[in-house]
């Protein structure tokens, strides 16, 4: 790999720890208020809604300018949603502009290596990159749970008292790491790719986006990988709440100690995503979809799970399936989008979908909470529906390359 692939993983690898860290910090400053339950799926919610709501622009603005400085600006405005929550704001609306700047982050993060690599290498480098996020993960919910301990927040209390609660000190650790990913930024190396000027009109980005938008859904390849990846992010990051409420319920772990549980699920992630940059070739990549089925069938087994070890090498074995057959799509979504219409809008789209997805399924679970649903059968409703829209993926990738045949046929019959 090229040196300067390096400082993107360092830039990716403490941004990523500190976003992780501030969830579980967050909903610990959330049960000190005493909020109700369904709160915590909500900072999901309010984190998100940028990715959805700015879609139409964060690509556009990520193109217009050298990755890295989108990159350094970016991570600035999550530094701001931190300090926010300590001044006093609501833990949700922090967290909401912390969403901001990670909503304009990610076409940057992502749409950097399809700029700076060669296509043969970014199966590779996905799979580098997901390892090392999910490094980051693992780190990251240990940190933000050492950070939520009892007895660090009453030495955090008696240490800065002018603070008045020792969760504010929490937060000042994560915003030093945030701070650390912005030097990293400025490492980050200039690709050298042309930019395009930033639009002021903000009608035609949205005529401009929808167009991009539907580019990707009616390319055979986009569609199948788009797909993928908008439920593999809507369901993993409803599973992050559905561990915390099943440790607690079948295993008797608090937040501090569920969270690490989050940590072992991105182990097996890391192991899958590095077996898949080694194993599967970017043509192969639509082969895995099947796991993704298998992953669903993997979740409802939690409901069977009360002993600690078995939790562990459950939640291993569904982030290994996890990590196998997203990493492949996620790098076919990326070369299509590339190939299509740019990294920067490219990246946009899917995270519109992706975000799109979170904003539905974690709803869906805080409302399923509200009204007292036992865990159990949230495990099973969640695994069955994995499952069964994986199914249906499968059977439209087959469709679609059937139809592909069939033109190929046809074109040479008439060539003869």
Not at 149 to 172: C, E, K, M, T, Y
Not at 331 to 336: D, E, F, I, S
Request: hydrophobic letters at 60%; glycine letters at 10%; aromatic letters at 12%.
């Amino acid at each position: 790999m090229p040196r300067g692939f390096y400082s993107i993983m360092a830039a990716q690898f403490f941004s990523a720890l500190a976003d992780n860290a501030l969830l579980i910090v967050a909903m610990g400053i959330l049960r000190q208020l005493e909020a109700p339950p369904e709160y915590e799926p909500l900072l999901k919610l309010f984190f998100t809604l940028s990715y959805v709501l700015l879609a139409a622009f964060v690509g556009a603005f990520a193109d217009s300018m050298p990755k890295w400085r989108v990159m350094f600006i970016t991570n600035s405005i999550k530094i701001v949603g931190c300090l926010l929550i300590v001044f006093g704001v609501h833990p949700l609306l922090g967290y909401a502009i912390v969403g901001v700047g990670a909503a304009a982050y990610s076409p940057a993060k992502y749409g950097i290596l399809t700029e700076y690599l060669p296509h043969r290498l970014l199966v590779v480098a996905n799979g580098w990159i997901e390892g090392l996020t999910v490094g980051a993960i693992i780190l990251g919910t240990l940190l933000g749970g050492a950070l939520v301990a009892p007895g660090l927040v009453a030495r955090f209390d008696a240490w800065f008292p002018w603070l008045h609660n020792g969760l504010w000190v929490s937060l000042l650790v994560v915003v030093l790491v945030y701070g650390v990913a912005a030097v990293c930024n400025l490492y980050v190396p200039d690709t050298g790719v042309a930019h395009v000027p930033l639009k002021k009109n903000p009608f035609y980005l949205l005529h401009e986006f929808g167009h991009y938008f539907l580019l990707l859904w009616r390319d055979k390849l986009g569609q199948i990988s788009l797909a993928v990846t908008t439920l593999f992010w809507g369901a993993g990051a409803t599973l992050q709440f559905i561990v915390l409420k099943w440790a607690e319920v079948n295993l008797g772990l608090p937040l501090s100690q569920a969270s690490m549980l989050q940590g072992v699920v991105a182990v097996g992630i890391a192991a899958g995503a590095v077996a898949a940059a080694k194993w599967v070739a970017l043509r192969e990549a639509p082969r895995v979809i099947p796991l993704g089925i298998v992953m669903g069938f993997a979740a409802i087994g939690m409901i069977f799970v009360h002993s600690l070890a078995l939790a562990i090498i459950l939640m291993i074995a569904v982030g290994a399936l996890a990590g196998f057959f997203v990493v492949p799509m996620n790098a076919m979504l990326q070369h299509r989008g590339h190939v299509l219409m740019g990294a920067g809008h490219s990246i946009a789209v899917q995270n519109f979908n992706e975000n799109l997805a979170i904003l539905v399924m974690t709803g869906l679970y805080a409302i399923l909470l509200r009204y007292d649903l036992p865990v159990h059968q949230v495990i099973m409703l969640f695994g069955l529906f994995v499952a069964g829209t994986m199914v249906a993926i499968w059977a439209w990738h087959r469709a679609n390359q059937r139809r592909i045949d069939s033109l190929h046929l046809l074109e040479m019959v008439e060539r003869h």
